[in-house]
């Protein structure tokens, strides 16, 4: 397999000065592999400063003398040595190996992954280019031990959240920190083209990320992109791919029959009648359930077959009656969603000379998505120059421009709003249909002849009032309102190294990130919520602009078998963003998306927030013959979130790593070929809890149009805090890797203790104070676990190559302290969860729902808990008020979670795929509540089946009752699920042409592919995706996320 | 060499002089803090007072804000209104006619601690005090200057409302509720006692200081509203003597409004009757989740639109003299709107959702003067302002001839039919000690509101948040769920 990447390594190779006496010639000759020849192989005379690469045919030419050894080497493949004889020409063919000298992108730099001393897991090109996902760290899922990614919603373009080796804070924010290139960047991830990325590393632990001190508490992302390559000639590659993305996961169960739907509400009423209000008995609730069904003041309004409101149930039975037809029948289902096309083309050009090196390239990506209306496209490019201008002298750029056009309908971030299409299709009956009709189920059609949307506010006259969320109508509103976020990104950094002395090195980085978000929003005069007020239309333009400098020295000296690395250095970043926006309602033209066509002003605002920070950071990295390795970092950082008495903070880092295989008693041993023990410890800073400056408590000037009035200001939601200061992160980190048999066994295992002191959170007060919260730091936690990583090449012949592998974590999550209160009831309750000492930060707090009274069909629930032991003396309990809360020992955090994976590569064949696990954890499943708390016109789920009726009394589910709706019991463990879930996460299937035939068609590479990603996924209750419920384990109705499967082509020539 | 000694020299003066100390310090663009209002409002006395204003007027605009608990989308919390229309919710007097927003309060599910509505009523009266104490901080009681004084009169009067409002929703018995003043925050449930005393006290000093107070508009209290505070406060714990005196003060230089003002619609704040209120316009305007789209069911709101109608409890519609010109306030069967039997039509807003509010208006003042009155035993004034206040409603009146017990029931009829929809039914069946009786015969009350709670049942008591409840430790004992 040809490699074309990393040509960094090469600057590492030692250059000693030695003299030679004896004759020099010109020694000629060709490196290839297996395949053919191998361009930019590295080709020195040992011992001496020459070395020379080869060109595109794989020939190299160099002066030596005979008795002189030349060496060989090329990333991928085992390096060769030959000794210059007489002859002049000698052709080297190079093996395959695993990496030997590779080298690892860490902080500030790079690293021979032999000396990283710390937890990196590296994630490279071609596994990154497979992901087709809209923003590329989607596609982690599963990929790295201690990652946890979860994918919010399947939006394209959407950046999942991802949770580096646990829970890093209460509230604070806990996102990784992203570097691209060597500076922390400050732009969204989804403007980086997937087929630009060289690697991706993502550093664990504190003697990785300790040079990022303050941002990089969670973890750090780093993404270096292609750069030029050092051919003579340039080379160019393009990659296309296309298909269709769909929803990945069936839905929720909801009854979409409409006559079982009659039928379970008609139960819902009856059951209401018996039990909940006036206590009839079963024959008159039968009756007046069935008066009551359509017209009465719960009733459906709306009777979608042509039969007589009381002939839809019979009341005897409770059936629906068999001869009734439907007079419509539509689904909503049909006209909100459908697949949507994909497709993602990308060029680049690479090349350059030992001097300059050059990488352009453009990229088209566009998704219709699986929503109507609801599309995106992204335009990227890139041009990186690194230039030797002399000895002393190297410079370089890295441009890139990124535009997205994203288009959206209210609501498509999910949540329980009417305008969210995910809610709606699971929230309204399916008795309801899209377009209008009248009673005799005849289409109403307006004066233009169509034939018009049912907003169920029977303002057409003929349709009754619907009433589950009349006046909405998502499908007829996302057709009609014009809303897009256009953004641009561009992105401009520039360097310059200086070359001071042999060995002593100063850079000097300067990067500028502006991007631009336009939000132009336009809600239809013609349906909806804004029919009344004419249409409105709003615009919001918002710049960001951060500017970071980076002066760096750096010293690198090799004395006989010592190594050192030392780096000294200063980094400030200046983040600044500016707002305005506009908003009328009264539109003159029922599509105009503009707010100059629209006539009443309802606001106007200019708002803007800023961030800066300072730190002055280094480190020393040394090692003794390639055998012991140490290295030490220290950092302090300025943050303008904090008062200036608490803003300074100062974090550090050390690592030391033990290479066990090198040690003589290990050496010679055949089958292991690398073995080395490490150990790290460190710590982190974070600064960022979501508030601008959170040691102030705000005031908002009130918007007026009255100039009779003064100037008017209310306070903010949050109480500031004067003390609150850097959240400390101290990371543990003890472990191995391992390789075996030739580098085709290879273990990594790691153990880790992530303790966090003064918590950032978002303490509540007492609302009785004025304030809801105020920013504190609070307590400390620690995260505790472990983690492997193990992959093995099984079968490995000259066509065949089969390789497997596994990664696994596991993490426990406990609250080490809480702050002292008045009683000793150190605690803090947040939603579902409680955190105390001792306890991790979430673990269920809630009522223990005991099971179904037969007799009434009554939710049970215990009361009379002890906490201590929870099962003695408790008494059952109707009464949802009197339940206990307790801690049931069950919590959000998964036991283990990981991916497992398998590649197969057969003659130019390849193929992989990837799955996704987690086991242990448990969530809230608020979507399926929902469809057993039935209310008029509202959906039911199809576990009503399993619901009391007074003809199905042993029922495990509580009955269907319209006055005594069982999401009202959401705290409770009747809304808890298992969070297991297996995923295929992708499947990639590809052919390399073999190099003859794809010469003769003028190209050095060919290959096809097909690629699908969110394969399949198995939970514990269909429609419930756990990928999407994030730390906090509630279930949502978010946009879903989408199965993409497209085939491509890619191309190098 | 030398080339490189002084690359080696440019090179770090650009690493030292790269920040200032200042780099690192950021100031709020997008809102102003706490220590730039109070720089200002050390400056000079004149300055404090437009500080205090200033945080009033943000109150004022509080008072009407939609999403005050910051529980979301959520369209019955828009402010005092609808804490008002809640309780009338949960009142013999008032019929919800579809489940829809506001149905939690009829269906007595809003007063239970999970509800975000016993949140949202909780929270935002203890905002309001916040705002007050905030702002009382500027103006202590040492000031001498009138402007100052008077800023000082409001600030206590609306902080005595709200520490009202709050007791007669949440206090239980003897167990009343935590106590925030400039001095002291108490957050363990004080007695009752204890907050009737600080309420007493802000009323009574806000009545003197605004002595001599010519206000602007009707937004903001003056002595007559306090006089009217005063009335309530009296009314509400049996000072009948106090309270008949402060209504008969309250309501001076004000007349009952005339027959057309009548079925004018409740939208206007500059009518003649109303003393104290909200001037909504189109930057206040809440639109959907406003009190007449609740209410008004000739409005495009819920109401309107979608049928929510809130309807008067029949026992009130069908005992209105044929003569009294509030029968207007409700439709029969076959009106002309093509509403149902009983809705109302007392609150119509003629704009966009830009009606007025009304929270204080001078016929509650008569009620007052002539239920204290009666109660005090003076049956014969009473009758007399009873008189002048309904001679001005029903053409057909005369002074009344009913003698105790059927004196206090024909006034208190025509305080549950002249303040309908305004606030007070809710605190009045707990002032009277009467049960809440929706499920008798011909009841027009809806299936799900059917249900009867005794006279002083635990049920008309809120129960005060979880959000309260987990954060404050040392809160004490809740309120009972039944």
Redesign the interface.
Known sequence: MRSKFKWIFTLLLAFSMQLSFAQEKTVTGVVADKLGPLPGANVIVKGSTTGVQTDFDGKYSIKAKKGDVILVSFTGYNPKSITVGDANSYKIVLDEGMILDEVVVVAYGVQKKEAITGSITEIKSDVVTKITAGNVTQGLVGKSAGVQVFNGSGLPGDAPTIRIRGIGSLSANLNPLYVVDGVPFNGDVNSINAQDIESMSVLKDASAAALYGSRGANGVIIITTKKGSKFKNSSVTLDTRSGFASRATPDYKFIKDEGKYYEAYYQGLKNAYMFT??NLDSNAAAALANA?LIT???GLKYNSFNVANDQLINPATGQFNPAASLKYNESWDDYLFGDGFFTQTSMSVSGGNENTNHYFSAGYEKNDGYVVNSGFEKITSRLKIDSKVNE?FTLGANIGYTSIRQDYLDGYTGGN?YSSPFYWVRAVAPIYPVRAYDAAGNPIINSLGVHIFDDG???NGQSP?R?FG??QHPYATAVNDIKKYTTDNLYASGYFD?K??DGLV?T?TATGELFNVNDSSMDTPLYG?AV??GGRVSYTNQRTFAFT?Q?L?KYAKKFGKHSLDVLA??E?L?RRL?GVSAERSKLLLPDSPYVNQAA????NGG????????SYLSRVAYDYDNKYYINASARRD???RFA?SE?WGNFYGLGVAWRVSQESFLKNVSWIDELKLKASLGQQGNDDLGY??PY???????????S??????????YL?NKKITWETTTNYNFGFNASFFNRRLNIESEYFVRDITDMLFDK?????????VTPTNIGDMQNKGIELTIDAEVVKTNDLSITLNLNATSYKNSISEMPD???D?DR??AGNFIREEGGGAFDYYMREFAGVNPANGAALFWTNVDDLDPTAGRILTE?F??ADLYRIGKSALPDVYGGFGLNVEYKGFDLGVNFAYQVGGYATDGVWLGGLAV??GGGIHSDYYNTWTPTNTNASLPRLD??DPLN?YG?STLNLIKSDYLSIQDVSVGYNFNSSMVEKLGLSKLRIYGLADNVFLWSKRQGFDPRQSGVTGASSNNYSLLRTISFGINLQF | MKKNKFLLFALFLIVFSACSDDYVERDFTNAVSEEQLAAIANSSPEAALSIAAGVEGGNNFFLNDFNTAGNGNIHDDFGHMAVNLGTDLMSNDMVQVLSHWFVNYYNYTARNENSIRTDMVWKFYYKVIYNMNDALKLVPSTVIAPELKHIRGRLLAVRGYAYFQLIRIYGNGDLGIPIYTTTEALGERQPTADVKALILADFEEAYSLLEGYSRDAKTAVDKNVAAGFLARYHLEYGNYSQAATYAQAARSGYSPMSSSDLADGFNKIGNAEWMWGADINTATSTVYASFFSQIGSLNPGYAGLLNVYKSADRRIFDNISATDARKDWFVDAGNPYGLPKYANIKFIDDTDFEGDYVFMRAAEMYLIEAEAKALGGDEAGAKQVLLQLISTRDSGYALSSNTGAALLSEIRFHRKLELWGEGFAYFDMKRWNVELNRNYTGTNHASYGLFNYPAGSPKFVFQIPISEVNANISLGVQNPFE
């Open positions: 209000g006036n009551n009465g003041d719960q002393t709003t506010t029977g303002a009032v009433p009349s006046l200086f001071i002395l100063f000097y919520d009344n007020v400098q002066q020295l250095g200063h400030s200046d500016n009443l002003n309802q606001s708002y803007g927030s800023s961030y800066a920070l300072e300025g943050s303008s200036p803003r601008e400056l102030l408590t705000q005031y908002f000037v009130n918007y007026t149009t009255d009779t009035l003064p100037i008017s200001y209310i306070s903010g939601d500031g509540p007060l007492p609302p009785s104070t004025g304030f809801q209160n008045p009683t009831t803090v309750i009464n008020g009197e209310s008029p319209v006055d009202y705290n």
